[in-house]
């Protein structure tokens, strides 16, 4: 009965983390899976994730979660609960091959597998989270040595996040190195794209200023892109000056002419999303702007409206760099997720209360419930598509809390151990004054 129950309730994501990557672009066929079995991103992270495992041990001061040993089977976690994670990744933003991420976000969803039925109904702390975000950046760190791949930043998110369809703005920089007379440096080949003649940079921030706001951006669009329509917001269009790269001024013939003559140039773009290759056709355009023999200004490219007026004005994918992904409302998300997860807010605040509830005369599964304490009377029962509880608090009167967590059993039936934690949640929530998500994540 146990395992089948177990089954009817289907696996549930245990946490959902929303992570900043780094990335070198030229070690991997783009960001995202390609089904042909080369290098990606994605598939990188996938095989850090890959028997991700932790060990809770007893301390004297609580339970701590530490990261087992990387390769380690199940039957050799020893000296505590071992708990072992199925992940799955998503990413925000698709980057071709050869294209740098300093932050490329991507959201990873863990299930708790190590743990059986019967230890999540009678675990105390069935709520607990798996792993700080910082203790899980560290472990995902740990198993991605070796590899062009880092994890910068990683927070936990409620699990309706999704690190796509909830982006509200993506920034690039494209870093360009133009004049120095000579190709690009070996430790800058993959880094920048060198150009070898000058550039105007009045005519670059010019056309720049061209390319914000609301447009038809058809003409910036290469051919495979899916998107129904090429109108796009772009937010910010700059350029930006920088000191020559330092490989830029210690090499050469005149390092002196290098100083002086030497253009370093940003173009720094954000917008909400952008086209296929959006971003390196524009450079590719203000490049051949702002050359001794321009080419056509970004205006008349955008008033064209097609793709082939801007030939093959393509800049070239070492050169870019995904800098960093935003979410709007990102830290009230995660005090959202604090709120919910943390012993403190639910757990503890259970236990101080010490809300009683006896269990029931007529068995482990039932669909309705009553219980009277010095604290509050409770009464649960199952609906169509979830369940129902009210709280009555002496002056206070009643507080009602309903969710869709539908019961899986056919009787439209609960395990009261479930029963027990969904109204210690509701109780929670009533004290704290704070939301609460529910279902919880048992498994």
């Not at 089948?4 to 066929?29: I, K, M």
């Not at 990413?91 to 019967?118: C, K, M, P, Q, Y």
Request: one cysteine or more; aromatic letters at 8%; glycine letters at 6%.
């Amino acid at each position: 009965m146990l395992t089948s129950l177990h089954s009817c309730l289907g696996p549930r994501p245990h946490a959902r983390y929303l992570v900043w990557v780094e990335y070198l672009g030229p070690r991997f066929f783009g960001s995202a899976r390609n089904g042909q079995g080369l290098p990606s991103v994605t598939c990188t992270l996938d095989s850090a994730l890959q028997g991700l495992s932790i060990v809770r041990r007893q301390t004297d001061t609580g339970a701590r979660e530490t990261p087992a040993t990387a390769s380690a089977p199940r039957s050799s976690v020893k000296h505590g609960t071992g708990m072992y994670y199925s992940c799955s990744v998503h990413g925000s933003s698709r980057t071709d091959a050869g294209v740098h991420a300093l932050g490329n976000a991507f959201h990873i969803d863990t299930w708790r597998s190590g743990r059986s039925f019967e230890a999540w109904c009678h675990a105390s702390e069935p709520n607990r989270p798996a792993l700080s975000s910082e203790s899980f950046r560290q472990l995902l760190n740990h198993r991605l040595e070796g590899t062009a791949v880092r994890v910068v930043r990683s927070v936990e998110v409620p699990r309706t996040l999704h690190a796509r369809h909830n982006a509200s703005r993506r920034r690039y920089i494209y870093r360009i190195v133009a004049n120095c007379g000579r190709n690009a440096s070996l430790f800058e080949h993959d880094a920048l794209w060198a150009v070898p003649q000058r550039l105007d940079l009045d005519e670059l921030q010019r056309n720049a200023a061209m390319l914000e706001g609301y447009h038809d951006f058809s003409t910036f669009r290469s051919a495979g892109c899916q998107a129904k329509s090429a109108v796009r917001t772009v937010d910010e269009v700059c350029v930006v000056q920088r000191p020559v790269p330092f490989a830029y001024t210690q090499l050469g013939s005149c390092p002196s002419h290098v100083e002086t003559e030497c253009q370093s140039i940003e173009i720094h773009v954000k917008g909400r999303s952008f086209l296929y290759n959006q971003v390196r056709r524009m450079v590719g355009a203000l490049v051949a702007a702002a050359s001794p023999n321009p080419g056509p200004s970004c205006e008349s490219l955008l008033n064209a409206k097609d793709s082939s007026a801007l030939g093959t004005s393509l800049a070239p994918p070492n050169g870019l760099y995904l800098a960093d992904v935003e979410y709007d409302q990102l830290d009230d998300m995660c005090r959202s997720v604090s709120d919910h997860d943390s012993c403190q807010a639910v757990t503890k605040l259970c236990h101080e209360t010490a809300l009683q509830l006896p269990c029931p005369e007529d068995g482990p599964f039932i669909s309705s419930y009553t219980a009277t304490s010095p604290l509050a009377s409770v009464r649960f029962h199952a609906t169509d598509t979830g369940w129902r509880c009210t709280l009555t608090t002496g002056d206070e009167g009643e507080y009602v809390r309903e969710d869709t967590f539908p019961p899986p059993m056919e009787d439209h039936s609960y395990p009261f151990p479930i029963v027990s934690a969904l109204i210690r949640g509701v109780w929670a929530e009533h004290l704290s004054q704070k939301p609460i998500h529910f279902p919880f994540p048992f498994n």
